[in-house]
């Protein structure tokens, strides 16, 4: 539906651009949105090598096991059937924290691996279970400390301050983390 709608838009802008006699403009707007495409994907991959590097040397220095342990007891709190699951928690307190420090890119492959061990543990294979809706909640409004992703885009986008937004950034992610989780529990002992 996405690609005929932006199709669409297309064939509209180049009919519109020849018939008014702007040929030139379309020209220098594919061109300039061209190397801006690059300019944004060379920026958002440097910073995702970078982020994803300092993961890496934080695992090998056992700095990750460290801040595992300092959210541990909200893991525990919002996952309490997976108390006993080392394997689990960590790679759910991984998630967070990838999450928290704005590396959703290597927030991702942890999440997956949580979800496919919470998979592995529930009991009715065919569907999700609570916690595992929970984590997706999370993983997917997730609070971001430093937003490297937008921060990347603004920075390539030649913003005269790109880190203006990190405030409000925490006070949106927060404020979505929270209500996602206020509703689950909500709903999951209405649901029961």
């Known amino acids: 539906m996405l690609n005929t709608i932006w199709s669409f838009f297309i064939i509209i802008s180049i009919a519109y651009g020849i018939f008014s006699g702007r040929v030139e403009n379309i020209n220098d707007a594919i061109f300039s949105t061209t190397e801006n495409s690059v300019k944004i994907i060379v920026t958002l991959f440097c910073t995702m090598c970078l982020w994803s590097g300092i993961m890496n040397i934080a695992s090998n220095i056992s700095l990750m096991d460290k801040l595992c342990k300092v959210i541990e007891p909200i893991v525990n709190y919002l996952f309490p059937e997976y108390k006993k699951s080392k394997t689990i ?47 997706i909640l999370i993983n997917t409004a997730s609070i971001q400390l430093i937003p490297t992703t937008i921060l990347a885009v603004r920075r390539s986008a030649n913003s005269s301050s790109p880190s203006d937004i990190i405030i409000p950034v925490w006070i949106s992610t927060i404020c979505a983390v929270m209500c996602g989780i206020f509703c689950m529990k909500v709903l999951i002992k209405r649901g029961r």
């Open 89 to 135: 928690k960590k790679q759910i307190s991984m998630n967070i924290i990838a999450n928290l420090l704005g590396m959703g890119n290597a927030a991702t492959p942890l999440g997956l691996e949580a979800i496919k061990n919470m998979q592995k543990e529930s009991k009715d294979k065919s569907k999700l279970s609570t916690s595992m809706m929970l984590f």
